[in-house]
């Protein structure tokens, strides 16, 4: 009789960061404009992977990205700053409250 899958053959559905990509985190009005909490894209710049998520997810997303912080390795990135291949960069919308 089969049961399902053990934990060990359950499959990933985060993404797994590899040399060459970068580990992008959505939060708040970001997630919902890109319609996901994570995606894995090419490494490069800061400009390089905003045009790259604009590309992706188009307009809505585009706007809440002029108004969001980008966090690589818990440093803000802009422009021409290189994003780490394996690492992870956090798209922070401003926050409310207080």
Do not use: K, N, W
Not at 42 to 66: K, Q
Request: with cysteine; glycine share 12%.
């Amino acid at each position: 009789m089969t049961h399902g899958p053990t934990v060990a053959e359950t499959p990933r559905t985060d993404p797994v960061p590899t040399v060459g990509t970068v580990t992008v985190r959505y939060f708040a009005a970001a997630a919902e404009a890109a319609g996901c909490d994570t995606e894995s894209l090419p490494g490069g710049t800061a400009a390089d992977l905003v045009a790259e998520m604009t590309r992706r997810h188009g307009a809505a997303l585009a706007e809440v990205l002029t108004r969001c912080s980008l966090l690589a390795a818990g440093t803000r990135v802009e422009g021409d700053d290189e994003v780490p291949d394996g690492g992870t960069l956090d798209v922070l919308p401003p926050f409310a409250g207080g």
